[in-house]
């Protein structure tokens, strides 16, 4: 498809550059197939939904994946290089978009955090060794440190990845360690929060089980490649990055059970959708799921597993907003999103929230 079919025009001033106050007092567009989008708030979710109904939420925690450092060649050049880490792959490895990539290649060792002046402990630097190079800056990165000691050294040393359309216009500050984090997450990994869960907080949780509402947790660690444009003119020529996830047996379980007594899946989160799409059969049952996946979804996808979608309202000609047509139909989400720009509501990752119900067609 064009990819020009997914664009609007949305003014800068939509996008959010915080979050609501309190969480679940966010806005809530509610969009039912065929019928005209109804204005509420997140707190009255538990009433848009029915008992039996199944909440899925992404349990992944967002670390600090952004570092500074300086790239070190023998003949003594020098020069800073900042990293996004987006993908692990082994004890040691990240894979990272990194600044400036032209200047990089691979056997340069960078020191993250010290700037490599000396220091020697591990909580003040972190060295690695460029292994492989990749398109659009992609570079993976062999680090001197392993496992748990690899992770707690990107604790001390990196920065909370806020999204580039805030970080663009404020610093990172110390109030979004607790808002650009879930209350329920648990699974450290991802470097973008899973958004549609920003809005809950424990009593809207506990709320939704006094009204029937099951909750399960899976885990999609969310990738930098999140925050990646399509600069494609076809959405068949745009190559989504892989993430990894995870769906237990029991998790699969409870699902599939749910479904077989008449509940409904309700992905809280495109990244929850993904999984579960991933991981679904054709007739639909959750199979459990340990891995990697670069699922494209667009319209004419035909979803398997998801019966309703939380989300937050997306960028123009983003992945985000094909899937979100794929889901709710392309000319009703066209309409959705004029209607909430129209009425006031806040674009993006700090911004308000839709519940949307599968396109009949489906």
């Given at each position: 498809?064009?990819?020009?079919?997914?664009?609007?025009?949305?003014?800068?001033?939509?996008?959010?550059?915080?979050?609501?106050?309190?969480?679940?007092?966010?806005?809530?567009?509610?969009?039912?197939?065929?019928?005209?989008?109804?204005?509420?708030?997140?707190?009255?979710?538990?009433?848009?939904?029915?008992?039996?109904?199944?909440?899925?939420?992404?349990?992944?925690?967002?670390?600090?994946?952004?570092?500074?450092?300086?790239?070190?060649?023998?003949?003594?050049?020098?020069?800073?290089?900042?990293?996004?880490?987006?993908?692990?792959?082994?004890?040691?490895?990240?894979?990272?978009?990194?600044?400036?990539?032209?200047?990089?290649?691979?056997?340069?060792?960078?020191?993250?955090?010290?700037?490599?002046?000396?220091?020697?402990?591990?909580?003040?630097?972190?060295?690695?060794?460029?292994?492989?190079?990749?398109?659009?800056?992609?570079?993976?990165?062999?680090?001197?440190l392993s496992g748990l000691a690899l992770d707690e050294a990107v604790a001390a040393l990196g920065e909370l990845?806020?999204?580039?359309?805030?970080?663009?216009?404020?610093?990172?500050?110390?109030?979004?360690?607790?808002?650009?984090?879930?209350?329920?997450?648990?699974?450290?990994?991802?470097?973008?929060?899973?958004?549609?869960?920003?809005?809950?907080?424990?009593?809207?949780?506990?709320?939704?089980?006094?009204?029937?509402?099951?909750?399960?947790?899976?885990?999609?660690?969310?990738?930098?490649?999140?925050?990646?444009?399509?600069?494609?003119?076809?959405?068949?020529?745009?190559?989504?990055?892989?993430?990894?996830?995870?769906?237990?047996?029991?998790?699969?379980?409870?699902?599939?059970?749910?479904?077989?007594?008449?509940?409904?899946?309700?992905?809280?989160?495109?990244?929850?959708?993904?999984?579960?799409?991933?991981?679904?059969?054709?007739?639909?049952?959750?199979?459990?799921?340990?891995?990697?996946?670069?699922?494209?979804?667009?319209?004419?996808?035909?979803?398997?597993?998801?019966?309703?979608?939380?989300?937050?309202?997306?960028?123009?000609?983003?992945?985000?907003?094909?899937?979100?047509?794929?889901?709710?139909?392309?000319?009703?989400?066209?309409?959705?999103?004029?209607?909430?720009?129209?009425?006031?509501?806040?674009?993006?990752?700090?911004?308000?929230?839709?519940?949307?119900?599968?396109?009949?067609?489906?």
């Open positions: 498809m064009r990819v020009d079919l997914f664009d609007f025009d949305l003014p800068e001033e939509s996008i959010a550059l915080r979050p609501a106050v309190p969480r679940d007092g966010a806005r809530l567009m509610l969009l039912h197939p065929g019928s005209p989008p109804e204005d509420r708030v997140v707190r009255d979710l538990p009433g848009l939904l029915r008992p039996g109904d199944v909440l899925v939420f992404n349990d992944t925690r967002v670390i600090p994946a952004r570092l500074h450092g300086l790239r070190h060649r023998p003949e003594g050049t020098r020069v800073r290089v900042e990293a996004m880490l987006h993908l692990r792959e082994g004890p040691d490895r990240w894979r990272a978009f990194a600044r400036p990539a032209k200047r990089l290649r691979v056997g340069d060792r960078v020191s993250f955090g010290g700037a490599g002046e000396g220091e020697t402990c591990a909580l003040t630097r972190l060295d690695a060794t460029i292994v492989e190079r990749g398109e659009g800056g992609e570079t993976t990165f062999a680090f001197d990845p806020l999204p580039p359309y805030i970080a663009a216009k404020r610093p990172t500050d110390a109030q979004d360690a607790a808002d650009y984090q879930t209350v329920y997450a648990r699974q450290p990994g991802a470097v973008a929060a899973p958004t549609a869960g920003l809005h809950f907080t424990p009593g809207l949780l506990a709320s939704c089980a006094a009204a029937g509402l099951a909750q399960v947790r899976v885990t999609l660690h969310v990738g930098a490649g999140t925050f990646l444009p399509v600069k494609a003119d076809d959405t068949d020529e745009h190559r989504m990055h892989a993430e990894v996830g995870e769906i237990t047996p029991e998790a699969a379980e409870a699902l599939n059970r749910a479904r077989a007594a008449g509940g409904r899946i309700v992905a809280v989160g495109t990244t929850a959708l993904r999984l579960l799409e991933s991981a679904a059969a054709p007739d639909g049952t959750i199979r459990p799921w340990t891995g990697a996946t670069d699922i494209f979804i667009t319209p004419g996808y035909r979803f398997r597993a998801v019966d309703a979608l939380m989300t937050n309202f997306h960028l123009p000609r983003s992945t985000l907003f094909m899937l979100v047509s794929a889901f709710a139909g392309l000319d009703a989400m066209g309409a959705a999103y004029a209607a909430a720009i129209q009425r006031g509501y806040r674009f993006y990752s700090y911004g308000d929230t839709s519940l949307l119900f599968r396109a009949e067609t489906q």
